[in-house]
């Protein structure tokens, strides 16, 4: 120990004189950092951690190639070396020494930067600064070992410069240190995953942006872990004291050993890919934390108020600041400015009612209906549209959990997304009845993924406890009895009420598909949070629109899919004549609907439907007037209702039953929120919420169609590019 407490103090007292040391240790970082905090905009983008990460992995390449490989080279050349090789302990203490010096003189820029980010930059001081400290410390030891490694097989000088060169820039250029990852082609970004200095950068990202912690990153530590004392162990037994003694070639055979943890890792990575979709949802997060101010905009706000010539600063994803009167400039805020003189900013629109294992349409090719690939880019089509979040109202559990989940890691860019069923009916109920079309084969697995059977009111509470442990959002219910020509059995009102009790008990929102006067009274009473679709067969008594309007309870009355019956079965295919619907729904599926949809085989099952579109409109101004809650739902996924501009859609159609536009717009968006359970969140432009908006050309207030007119998309602060988006080349 007293040998290589010496070598430690020695080595410092050279290291400290050097002033070539002190310039690569001290002033080149620091040079880094404020040349790419400036040109990254740092303070407007608040990409100052980001920026942060670049430079310690610059600086820790450099510190273990060039200050442990390149100096003890120079060491051996002028023969300082062989001035130790009569000391009992050997290599050992020298070898030591190097790993410890680098981390004594790396830490205190370490830690100057941390506090010129923190003070000039605005960086939040990292949540887990404790593991930061000690992952820097592994990644220190594991590049100033490799540095060693480095010494043992150069022969020289020149030698040395050509494996550092070799080493140091790939690394550098290809770990997402300087170019993100992602922008790399698919074959390079395999290969990269080889690379010690991605896992690297890996650890540092998971700790300063994502605030984990180094538990968390024990994959990355780990491999650094290994490969110090890899490359310790194997220095050892390749150490040379003088400048004469030459390596021969089989011995270098043993520097592959060093690479084994980042070949393993890098083979699981490639295999989950694991690395990809962490860099894709920090670059994503990135995004979101810059700074905009959107300035001069008709703000409509959902609180009621509508601000003209209103600014709104946007600053780490959420509304920092609203402006009533003139704006401050956007310099002065490190804000980036968007000019909105005649747009009108409002919340993100919110459809709380959409099946998105449908497509809205028909496919010729019936291998379409079984791309899984389709749902994400369904999501994608709503965001384009300015949609930033929708619920699924009836889905294949299994299949759109995972998406909502990686949604919310920010793996993927699309609608904030909502998971609501299985549907709880009764046995031979709706839409139990549409899984008889089902192979036998595959209608267990159909039941268990779409619908709950439950016999007792035990028996119903249970299956909501198991989906709140599942993850699911929001709980629906089915009271459906059908017509005289095709009754369906009806759930049992005490099950229905179990189901409502238990779901509030648990924090979920319960909404019950409906049909009839009948069935939206007795949701009410059964403690329902909503209904769906409403009474499109019978008028709503004025007692219970009282009773409904005083307790807060939602209507949805999906007026999109009855148009579509409506415009199906009438031959009228003015939707899919619009601009924003041939942009947002795949061209190959708007042509397929038009060609098939005239066929009477198709149109048959619907015809009962489309005389309901005209009482559905007189109960939706019914409701409106007797002040119920009102939410925008499209149940997109049926026949001519596509996914996409759905709420544009249904807004239009609640104007022309005589709803006034700005209450329709609160309806979608302050009120859906609501019922989502979100409000405390989105829904209005508030300060402290996401800023999930939406700027359209002109006001909608005065041509509702202005909403089609989308000019900007923000999501959680991210300015969505829409055109990057639809050709799938925003992830």
Known sequence: MKAILAHIQSNLRLTMRDRTVLFFNYAFPLGFFFLFATLNKAKETNTIAAVLTSVLTIGLLGNGFFGGGLRAIMERENGILRRFKVAPPGAFPILVSSLVVGVLQYLPVVLLMMVVSVIQYGMKWPENWLSFIVFVIIANFAMRSMGG?????AN???????IIQCLYFPMMLLSGATVP???LPEWLQSVVQFIPATHLVSGLQGILLQHESLLQNWKPALALIVTTFACTLISLKIFRWEKGEKLPGKAKAWVLAVLAPFFLIGAWNLQSKENLTKGKAIERELSRGQTVLIKNARVFTATGAVIE?????????????????TAPDGKSLNALEIEAAGKTLLPGLIDVHIHLGSPGGYYEDQKRYEDQTLPEKRLKSYLYSGITSVKSAGDWVDAVLPLRDKGRRAEILTSEFYVVGPLFTAEGGHPAEILKYMPESARAYGTA???????????????VRDLKAKGVDG???VLESGTAGTPMARLDLGILKAICAEGKALGLSVVVHTSKAVDVRDAFEAGASGVEHGSANETLPDELLKKMAASGFYYDPTMSVFEGFRMMMQGDFARLEDSLLQQA????????TRKLIVSPKIKEPYREFAPRMDEARVNLKRVYDAGVKLVTGSDAGNPLTFHGPTIQEEVELWVAAGIPADKALIAATRNAAELLGQGNRIGTIEKGKDANLLLVDGDPMKDVKSLSRISLVMLKGERVNRTALMKGDDN
């Not at 020289?156 to 050509?162: C, D, G, L, N, V």
């Not at 779409?450 to 035990?458: E, I, N, V």
């Not at 729904?585 to 397929?592: A, E, G, R």
């Open 149 to 153: 490694i480095i010494a043992a097989v």
């Open 156 to 162: 020289s000088m020149a030698e040395s410069q050509i």
């Open 181 to 183: 990852v992602s922008i």
């Open 309 to 325: 010539g209103g600014s709104v600063l946007v600053k780490a994803g959420k509304i920092a600041e609203i402006y009533t009167g």
């Open 449 to 463: 993924q779409f619908l709950r059977l439950p016999k007792t009111t035990d028996e119903a509470r249970q299956m």
């Open 475 to 477: 709980i629906k219910a």
């Open 585 to 592: 729904v795949p061209l190959d599926l708007v042509k397929s």
